[in-house]
Nanobody
Framework: QVQLVESGGGLVQTGGSLRLSCAVS????????MGWFRQAPGKEREFVAT????????NYADSVKGRFTISRDRAKNTVYLQMNSLKPEDTAVYYC?????????????????WGQGTQVTVSS
Protein backbone atom coordinates (compact mmCIF):
# COMPACT_ATOMS: atom_id res chain seq x y z
CA GLN A 1 0.00 0.00 0.00
CA VAL A 2 1.20 3.49 -0.88
CA GLN A 3 0.16 6.71 0.83
CA LEU A 4 0.56 10.14 -0.74
CA VAL A 5 0.36 13.46 1.09
CA GLU A 6 0.53 16.75 -0.80
CA SER A 7 1.58 20.09 0.64
CA GLY A 8 2.70 23.52 -0.52
CA GLY A 9 -0.48 24.91 -2.00
CA GLY A 10 -1.69 28.43 -1.31
CA LEU A 11 -2.65 31.80 -2.71
CA VAL A 12 -0.28 33.52 -5.13
CA GLN A 13 -0.51 36.42 -7.55
CA THR A 14 -0.31 36.07 -11.32
CA GLY A 15 3.29 35.54 -12.35
CA GLY A 16 4.27 34.10 -9.00
CA SER A 17 5.66 30.70 -8.08
CA LEU A 18 4.81 27.81 -5.80
CA ARG A 19 6.42 24.46 -5.13
CA LEU A 20 4.18 21.53 -4.31
CA SER A 21 5.49 18.50 -2.49
CA CYS A 22 4.15 14.95 -2.37
CA ALA A 23 5.43 12.80 0.47
CA VAL A 24 5.32 9.13 -0.44
CA SER A 25 5.09 6.41 2.22
CA UNK A 26 4.85 2.69 1.76
CA UNK A 27 6.80 0.52 -0.62
CA UNK A 28 7.78 2.21 -3.87
CA UNK A 29 9.32 0.03 -6.52
CA UNK A 30 11.63 1.29 -9.24
CA UNK A 31 8.89 0.65 -11.79
CA UNK A 32 6.61 3.28 -10.34
CA UNK A 33 5.58 6.46 -12.11
CA MET A 34 4.43 9.53 -10.24
CA GLY A 35 2.05 12.12 -11.58
CA TRP A 36 0.45 15.44 -10.81
CA PHE A 37 -3.13 16.15 -11.84
CA ARG A 38 -5.40 19.09 -11.14
CA GLN A 39 -9.11 19.76 -10.96
CA ALA A 40 -10.72 23.18 -11.20
CA PRO A 41 -14.30 23.81 -9.99
CA GLY A 42 -16.82 22.45 -12.46
CA LYS A 43 -14.14 20.82 -14.61
CA GLU A 44 -12.79 17.32 -15.02
CA ARG A 45 -9.50 16.27 -13.50
CA GLU A 46 -6.67 16.94 -15.93
CA PHE A 47 -3.11 15.75 -16.33
CA VAL A 48 -0.28 18.11 -15.42
CA ALA A 49 2.99 16.16 -15.37
CA THR A 50 4.49 12.75 -14.73
CA UNK A 51 7.90 11.32 -13.86
CA UNK A 52 9.26 7.79 -13.80
CA UNK A 53 10.60 7.03 -10.32
CA UNK A 54 13.72 5.19 -11.48
CA UNK A 55 14.71 6.84 -14.76
CA UNK A 56 13.48 10.34 -13.97
CA UNK A 57 12.02 10.78 -17.45
CA UNK A 58 9.22 13.33 -17.58
CA ASN A 59 6.13 14.28 -19.54
CA TYR A 60 4.06 17.47 -19.36
CA ALA A 61 0.72 18.80 -20.45
CA ASP A 62 1.08 21.42 -23.18
CA SER A 63 -0.57 23.99 -20.95
CA VAL A 64 2.28 23.88 -18.41
CA LYS A 65 5.33 23.14 -20.56
CA GLY A 66 8.09 25.63 -19.90
CA ARG A 67 6.46 26.83 -16.68
CA PHE A 68 6.19 23.74 -14.47
CA THR A 69 8.89 21.24 -13.54
CA ILE A 70 8.31 17.85 -11.96
CA SER A 71 11.14 16.20 -10.03
CA ARG A 72 11.69 13.53 -7.40
CA ASP A 73 14.08 12.97 -4.53
CA ARG A 74 14.37 9.22 -4.08
CA ALA A 75 16.28 9.56 -0.81
CA LYS A 76 13.42 11.59 0.68
CA ASN A 77 10.63 9.67 -1.11
CA THR A 78 9.22 12.97 -2.27
CA VAL A 79 7.92 14.26 -5.59
CA TYR A 80 7.88 17.97 -6.35
CA LEU A 81 6.06 20.24 -8.76
CA GLN A 82 7.75 23.59 -9.23
CA MET A 83 5.25 26.02 -10.71
CA ASN A 84 6.48 29.30 -12.18
CA SER A 85 4.76 32.09 -14.11
CA LEU A 86 1.44 31.09 -12.61
CA LYS A 87 -1.78 32.16 -14.29
CA PRO A 88 -5.35 32.43 -12.95
CA GLU A 89 -6.26 29.40 -15.08
CA ASP A 90 -3.82 27.33 -13.03
CA THR A 91 -6.19 27.66 -10.07
CA ALA A 92 -7.25 24.16 -9.02
CA VAL A 93 -6.86 21.43 -6.47
CA TYR A 94 -3.62 19.63 -7.30
CA TYR A 95 -3.35 15.89 -6.72
CA CYS A 96 -0.35 13.61 -6.55
CA UNK A 97 -0.81 10.10 -7.94
CA UNK A 98 1.19 6.88 -8.28
CA UNK A 99 1.17 4.33 -11.10
CA UNK A 100 2.77 1.03 -10.08
CA UNK A 101 3.56 0.20 -13.69
CA UNK A 102 5.21 3.53 -14.51
CA UNK A 103 3.59 4.03 -17.89
CA UNK A 104 4.24 7.77 -18.00
CA UNK A 105 0.55 8.07 -18.68
CA UNK A 106 -1.56 11.22 -18.85
CA UNK A 107 -4.70 9.21 -18.01
CA UNK A 108 -5.95 9.35 -14.44
CA UNK A 109 -7.32 5.81 -14.71
CA UNK A 110 -3.76 4.47 -14.97
CA UNK A 111 -2.93 5.70 -11.46
CA UNK A 112 -3.87 3.49 -8.52
CA UNK A 113 -2.96 5.71 -5.58
CA TRP A 114 -4.00 9.31 -4.93
CA GLY A 115 -3.36 11.98 -2.34
CA GLN A 116 -6.02 14.18 -0.80
CA GLY A 117 -5.07 17.23 -2.85
CA THR A 118 -3.78 20.72 -2.13
CA GLN A 119 -5.47 23.95 -3.22
CA VAL A 120 -3.64 26.38 -5.49
CA THR A 121 -5.26 29.75 -6.11
CA VAL A 122 -3.78 32.31 -8.50
CA SER A 123 -5.21 35.81 -8.22
CA SER A 124 -5.32 38.18 -11.16
Amino acid sequence: QVQLVESGGGLVQTGGSLRLSCAVSGRIFRTYGMGWFRQAPGKEREFVATIRWSLGSTNYADSVKGRFTISRDRAKNTVYLQMNSLKPEDTAVYYCAADPVGRGSALSRDYDYWGQGTQVTVSS
